[in-house]
C-alpha cells in the first residue's frame, strides 16, 4: 500500500533541499545589504523547516500505523530539524532530504510487517 503522504513529503523534501541551496545566497546578499532584510529572509527558511518538520512526524505516524519503513521520515525529520535549529547545517540537511526522498518514495515493508499492516 502506497501512502499519499509519503508521496507528497517526499516532493516537499526536493523543494526544501533546493531552498536550503538558496538559503546561503539569499542571507548572504541580505547580509550585505543595506536594507534591514536579513532577518525576514531568514525567518522565511527557519518556517519552512519547522513546517518539514510537522509534514515528518505525520508521515511517520501514517508509515508507522501502515506497516511502512519509517526510515524516510525519520531522516528527513533530522534533517528538517538541524536547518530549523541553524541554517549553517544546511548541507548536512540537504543530504539526509535528499536520502529521505528516496526511502519515502520506495515506501518498503517494514521489517516483521506482513502484507503491509
Known amino acids: 500500500m502506497k501512502l ?5 513529503t517526499g516532493i516537499f523534501d526536493i523543494i ?8 546561503w545566497f539569499v542571507i548572504f546578499a541580505a547580509a550585505f545589504s543595506s536594507s534591514n532584510g536579513a ?3 531568514g525567518a522565511f527558511f ?11 512526524v505525520i508521515a511517520l ?7 511502512i519503513s519509517i526510515v524516510g521520515p525519520v531522516l528527513g525529520l533530522i534533517g528538517c530539524a538541524l ?3 541553524t541554517l549553517s547545517l544546511a548541507f548536512p540537511s540537504i543530504v539526509l532530504l535528499i536520502v ?9 515493508p517494514a521489517n516483521g510487517s506482513s502484507n503491509g499492516k
Request: proline share 0%.
Open 61 to 67: 505516524y501514517k508509515s508507522r500505523q501502515n506497516g
Open 16 to 23: 526544501d533541499a533546493v531552498l536550503l541551496l538558496t538559503s
Open 4 to 8: 499519499k503522504i509519503n508521496v507528497w
Open 83 to 85: 536547518s530549523g535549529f
Open 100 to 108: 529521505a526522498t528516496v526511502f519515502l518514495f520506495l515506501q518498503k
Open 39 to 41: 532577518d525576514a529572509s
Open 46 to 56: 527557519y518556517i519552512v523547516q519547522w513546517i518539514g518538520v510537522i509534514i515528518h
